[in-house]
C-alpha cells in the first residue's frame, strides 16, 4: 500500500515550474559547534574563546572556515544544513528546531519532533529561554527538493522515542516553504509517514534516473524500503527483502556520486560490547531495488562511526574509532577488499582533554573526502586523494583546525550534483546532463612554479580542455603545468559532453613581477584573529615564488618568521607572549601584505 504526503499542499502557494538541476550549492557552506552554545560565557575562562560555531565555506577552494557568532543552534549528532543557490546558508536543523539564515527559527518551526524526548532533550540558558540540544541521530534528517518546485523542501526526519518503549522509530515529514513574505515557515510538521523503522538515522536522498526525482531508503529489520518523491509527493515504491537482519546501529547510509550503489555502515552493542557492521548493494536508479548483497560483522570499536564514497564510485572508506578503512567496489569481494589507510592520532584535545577518535565521514565540493572526531575536539580529518588505491589515499590527520571546537558531528547532505541516467528506460523527461565547470588548484610547495589542477566540474563531463593562460593548455582531467616564469595568468576549464559546454575561469598572481612594491590586491584571509596557540594564513590567487610572514612586537622587533605558500599555511604561534603583533607578508623581498594579530 503506498502512503502519500497530503497532495493538497502542492497547491497552497503557487509557484513556477524550474528545471530540476540548479546550482548544486547546496554543501557550500558546513556547521560545526557544540551544545548549549549560546551558553559559553558560563564556561570556564580556558573555555570561554574556544566555545562557538564554526562555518566551514566551500565557496573558496581550498575551503576558508571562521567563527560565527551569530550561529546559536546547539547541534549533537544531528546535522543538517541548506545553502541557497549562491551558496549561502539558507536552513540548518538539528532534529528539533529549524533555522534560516538570520539564524533565528522558521515560522511553526521552533519546536519540531515533539515526541515524549523533546523536553528531555532541552534547557533553559542563562535568561530562561528553552533551547533545544540537538538530537543524537547521525543523519536523522533531510532536506529534499520538492520536483519541479522551488524554494519548497520535503524534510524527512525520524522521532527520538526511547525504543525500549516502542521497539520502533517512526519516520516523520514537514513541508517547508516561502510564504508570500519571501520568509521560511513551516506549513506542516510533524506528519507520520512510517511507524516501524527499525533502523535510526541514515536519512539521505539519490537522485532517480529522470532526473528529476528523489529515492530514499528506510530499513526495517529484514527489508529496505524505497520511498520516491515526485512531483505528487513521497511514497512507497518497493520492499527490498534482505538476505540477512540489519542493526539498530549508530552511522551512516551513503549512495555512490553515480547513484549506482549503496554502503551501511555503523556499531551497535550487544551486552555491553560494541560491534559493526558494514552492508554493500547495488542500486537501481529506475526502480528503486537493490541487489548483489553483502554484508561484514565484527567485534570493534566504534558505535558513531562514518561512511563515505570517492567522487570516481570506486573506493569508499569507513570508520571505527581508530581506524580508517578502504573498500574496493570493484573487486571480485568488496568487503574482502578492506584494507586499513589510517590510524588514528590518539594525543589528546586542546581544550577539552578528549581522546580524538574517527567519526563521521562527508565529501566536500572539492571531492575531498572530510571526517569528524567522535568527541569534542577543533579538528578535522581529511582524505586527500580519495580516488587512489591503498594508503596513497593520503589521509592527513588533523588537516583543519578550526577556531571553536564542536562536538562529534558533520552536516549531511544528498547524493547531488546528479543528472539523469542518460539512455535509461527512465530517462524520460527530456532533461539534459548540461556540465558545470568547476576547478581548484595547488601550488607545489618545491617548484613554485609547478602547479596540480583538479577538476571538481558535474553533470557528466566528457571532455576538459584547459587554458593554462600562457598559451599552453591540456586536455586531462587532473593536470600539472609548470610556468615559465612569474606573471599573472588568467586559466580556464571548458568542459563538455554531447549536450553542451561550459567555461570557468580564475586569475593566478604568480610571484613577483617587480622589483618594487606590488600594486596587488591579493585575497589574504588570517583566521582566527584574535589567536591561541595558532592561526591559520590563507593566501588566494597570489601564489609566491618564496614568500615569509614575519611577526613584530610593540618594540618592533621581530619575534616569528615563517616560509608561507599559495593557500593554507598554518601558522603557530604558542611561543608569543599575549599581546598586538604586526606582520607582513614579503616575497623575494617585496611586500604583498600586512596587518595585525593579537594573540591571547
Not at 586527500?384 to 589521509?395: I, L, Q, S, Y
Amino acid at each position: 500500500m503506498k502512503s502519500h504526503i497530503p497532495l493538497i499542499l502542492l497547491f497552497y502557494f503557487s509557484q513556477m515550474l524550474i528545471s530540476p538541476l540548479l546550482s548544486q550549492k547546496e554543501d557550500h557552506q558546513w556547521i560545526f559547534n557544540w551544545s548549549r552554545i549560546d551558553s559559553c560565557n558560563t564556561l570556564p575562562d580556558d573555555l570561554i574563546e574556544a566555545c562557538g560555531a564554526n562555518i566551514l565555506d566551500f565557496n573558496i577552494l581550498p575551503p576558508i572556515f571562521y567563527a560565527d557568532e551569530s550561529l546559536t543552534l546547539d547541534f549533537k549528532e544531528l546535522n543538517t544544513s541548506l545553502c541557497d543557490n549562491n551558496g549561502q546558508l539558507d536552513l540548518y536543523c538539528n532534529g528539533q528546531s529549524i533555522h534560516d539564515s538570520d539564524h533565528l527559527p522558521i515560522t511553526n518551526g521552533e519546536m519540531i519532533n515533539e515526541g515524549l524526548r523533546w523536553f528531555d532533550l532541552s534547557w533553559r540558558n542563562e535568561i530562561n529561554e528553552i533551547r533545544s540540544t540537538g538530537f543524537r541521530l547521525i543523519q536523522g534528517c533531510a532536506f529534499i527538493l520538492y520536483p519541479s518546485y522551488q524554494d519548497r523542501f520535503l524534510m524527512l526526519y525520524h522521532n527520538y522515542e526511547d525504543m525500549r518503549e516502542t521497539d520502533h522509530y517512526s519516520l516523520l515529514s514537514a513541508l517547508t516553504i516561502k510564504n508570500s513574505s519571501e520568509e521560511w515557515e513551516l506549513s506542516y510538521k510533524d506528519s507520520l509517514v512510517n511507524d516501524r523503522i527499525w533502523s535510526h538515522g541514515k536519512i539521505t536522498a539519490c537522485k532517480h534516473a529522470n532526473g528529476r526525482d528523489w529515492w530514499v531508503l528506510q530499513f526495517k529489520r529484514d527489508s529496505v524500503l524505497s520511498y520516491l518523491m515526485e512531483p505528487s509527493g513521497l511514497s512507497l515504491q518497493y520492499t527490498n527483502t534482505l538476505p540477512f537482519q540489519l542493526r539498530d546501529m549508530g552511522g551512516q547510509s551513503k549512495f555512490s556520486p553515480q547513484g549506482d550503489q549503496f554502503i551501511i555502515h555503523g556499531g551497535y552493542i550487544v551486552d555491553g560490547t560494541i560491534f559493526n557492521q558494514t552492508v554493500h548493494t547495488r542500486f537501481d536508479r529506475c526502480n528503486g531495488t537493490l541487489s548483489d548483497f553483502i554484508i561484514e560483522e565484527g567485534e570493534d570499536d566504534a558505535f558513531w562511526s562514518g561512511a563515505e564514497w570517492a567522487s570516481e564510485g570506486r573506493f569508499f572508506y569507513t570508520s571505527t574509532s581508530t581506524t580508517i578503512y578502504q573498500y574496493d567496489s570493484d573487486a571480485a569481494n568488496v568487503l574482502a577488499s578492506k584494507t586499513p589507510v589510517a590510524i588514528q592520532d590518539t594525543t589528546l584535545c586542546d581544550i577539552p582533554s578528549f581522546t580524538p577518535s574517527f567519526g563521521q565521514m562527508q565529501r566536500g565540493p572539492d571531492n575531498l573526502i572530510y571526517i569528524s572526531f567522535g568527541g569534542q575536539c577543533f579538528e578535522l580529518d581529511r582524505i586527500n586523494h580519495p580516488n587512489r588505491k591503498g594508503t596513497d589515499c593520503d589521509v592527513e590527520l588533523k588537516a583543519i583546525k578550526m577556531p571553536k571546537f564542536h562536538s562529534g558531528t558533520i552536516p549531511n547532505f544528498n547524493t547531488i550534483r546528479l543528472g539523469p541516467l542518460d539512455g535509461s528506460a527512465c530517462d524520460t523527461l527530456g532533461i539534459d546532463n548540461n556540465p558545470v565547470s568547476r576547478f581548484w588548484y595547488q601550488q607545489d610547495t618545491t617548484v613554485h612554479s609547478d602547479f596540480q589542477f583538479w577538476d571538481v566540474s558535474y553533470f557528466r563531463p566528457e571532455s576538459w580542455e584547459w587554458d593554462f593562460g600562457d598559451g599552453m593548455t591540456s586536455t586531462e582531467q587532473h593536470p600539472i603545468h609548470s610556468y615559465a616564469r612569474n606573471g599573472t595568468y588568467e586559466v580556464c576549464l571548458t568542459v563538455s559532453n554531447a549536450n553542451s559546454q561550459d567555461s570557468s575561469c580564475q586569475t593566478i598572481m604568480l610571484g613577483t613581477v617587480a622589483t618594487s612594491d606590488l600594486p596587488i590586491s591579493p585575497q589574504v584571509s588570517i583566521f582566527p584573529n584574535p589567536a591561541v596557540d595558532y592561526t591559520r594564513l590563507v593566501l588566494a590567487q597570489y601564489m609566491p615564488e618564496r614568500a615569509y610572514i614575519r611577526f613584530y612586537n610593540t618594540q618592533v622587533q621581530e619575534v616569528l618568521s615563517q616560509r608561507v605558500y599559495g593557500q593554507e599555511n598554518t601558522i603557530d604561534v604558542q611561543g608569543l607572549d599575549s599581546g598586538v603583533y604586526v606582520y607582513e607578508i614579503r616575497d623575494m623581498g617585496v611586500f604583498v601584505f600586512g596587518g595585525k594579530l593579537v594573540v591571547r
